[in-house]
Each structure stands twice: as C-alpha cells, then as structure tokens.
C-alpha cells in the first residue's frame, strides 16, 4: 500500500467530486484525507490524501482520473507514511 497526495482540476459543478470519489473507491483507494485547494470560476482545485492499494492502480491512477470528463490530474506526490514527508514527486 502507497500513500498519495493526489491533486486533481475538476469543473466546479455538482457531481464532479462524487464521480471522483466513486472511481476511487471502485479502484479500492481509501480517501483518508480531501481539500479544496482553490475554485476558479468553473474550475476546482482538490487534493486527497489517498492509499493505494497495489503497484497496478498506481500506476494506472493518473490515466483512469483522467477518463472523467473533465478532471485533470495536477500532480501525484509519494508520502513516507511513517513520517508523513514527501520523498517523491511522480509528474504527470
């Protein structure tokens, strides 16, 4: 298991978090942490602190985010879970 700092663009519109949150929970992310990062007219900055599951969906995180109509992921950042300090930043 991995945990993320994962932030996302997404149209600042009902149902585009839930979607969000939904694919990550069918993947088996556990969302241990959420926050609004900013709003900008129609678009909306989040973050989560995540758990990932397995080396596949980490990989394929990005990508499958990406599927939902509007959302773009901004970055991926690997956190030590022990001291809670990112030791790696994974562009996308």
């Not at 758990?51 to 690997?78: A, F, K, N, Y």
Request: charged share 25%; glycine share 10%; proline share 5%.
């Amino acid at each position: 298991m991995s945990l993320r700092h994962v932030t996302v663009e997404l149209p600042d519109r009902p149902g585009s978090l839930g979607q969000v949150t939904t694919l990550l929970g069918r993947l088996g992310v556990d969302i241990r942490q959420m926050r609004v990062l900013g709003r900008d007219g129609s678009v909306a900055i989040d973050e989560f602190t995540v758990t990932v599951p397995g080396p596949v969906i980490d990989r394929m995180l990005p990508e499958l985010l990406e599927e939902i109509q509007g959302v773009r992921v901004v970055s991926i950042v690997s956190v030590d879970s022990d001291s809670g300090i990112s030791s790696a930043i994974v562009k996308v």
